[in-house]
T-cell receptor
Framework: QKEVEQDPGPLSVPEGAIVSLNCTYS??????FMWYRQYSRKGPELLMY????GNKEDGRFTAQVDKSSKYISLFIRDSQPSDSATYLC????????????FGQGTELSVKP | DTGVSQNPRHKITKRGQNVTFRCDPI?????LYWYRQTLGQGPEFLTY????????KSRLLSDRFSAERPKGSFSTLEIQRTEQGDSAMYLC?????????????FGPGTRLTVL
């Protein structure tokens, strides 16, 4: 079993739709949770960062962490064609030297 | 450009050849990470440095792989006797270090193709 599981998609939505991306993880020791966006043939860029449980909002993006169910989510409101990319969830355990453990990535396509 | 840079961006080599990649982190970033990403997968951790010290190596890093960060600035990743299974995107990231949850900034990656 992978430590972080993510549905690879692909996911296709019309412009303006609300997008929900999800991951599950196995190790309750994980405390830091991130969402990265990766455009084709580019390096990942950090979108959202959350510590422990709770919600965090940044513009059209909302990240949620539910540690009781080991479930992390990213919501994108009013999705745009420029949001088309692969979205990677990642986590980092405490005192792990910053080593990130990534999910498989979900490929998102937003159609105009 | 003050971001993480990697060179070369693409490398095509024949099986059995040695290759070396370079990563220049954001200046003053103490930590430097190497990850490998294959098609349709998320990045997988390979190794990381705190300044010039290599502090952890993944089991993915076989004896054919070696990484250095000689002066605590740039880093090199060498693969000896390349195999077709080494074909992947090799990503470098850097962070300030010193605290849990530091943001890692990724470079554009080096795409390796082993024929």
């Amino acid at each position: 079993q992978k430590e972080v599981e993510q549905d690879p998609g692909p996911l296709s939505v019309p412009e303006g739709a609300i997008v929900s991306l999800n991951c599950t993880y196995s190790n309750s020791a994980f405390q830091y949770f991130m969402w990265y966006r990766q455009y084709s043939r580019k390096g990942p860029e950090l979108l959202m960062y959350t510590y422990s449980s709770g919600n965090k909002e940044d513009g059209r993006f909302t990240a949620q962490v539910d540690k009781s169910s080991k479930y992390i989510s990213l919501f994108i409101r009013d999705s745009q064609p420029s949001d088309s990319a692969t979205y990677l969830c990642a986590t980092e355990g405490a005192n792990q030297g910053g080593k990130l453990i990534f999910g498989q990535g979900t490929e998102l396509s937003v159609k105009p | 450009d003050t971001g993480v840079s990697q060179n070369p961006r693409h490398k095509i080599t024949k099986r059995g050849q040695n290759v070396t990649f370079r990563c220049d982190p954001i200046s003053e970033h103490n930590r430097l990470y190497w990850y490998r990403q294959t098609l349709g997968q998320g990045p997988e951790f390979l190794t990381y440095f705190q300044n010039e010290a290599q502090l952890e190596k993944s089991r993915l890093l076989s004896d054919r792989f070696s990484a250095e960060r000689p002066k605590g600035s740039f880093s090199t990743l060498e693969i000896q006797r390349t195999e077709q299974g080494d074909s992947a995107m090799y990503l470098c990231a850097s962070s300030l270090g010193g605290a849990n949850g530091d943001e890692q900034f990724f470079g554009p990656g080096t795409r390796l193709t082993v024929l």
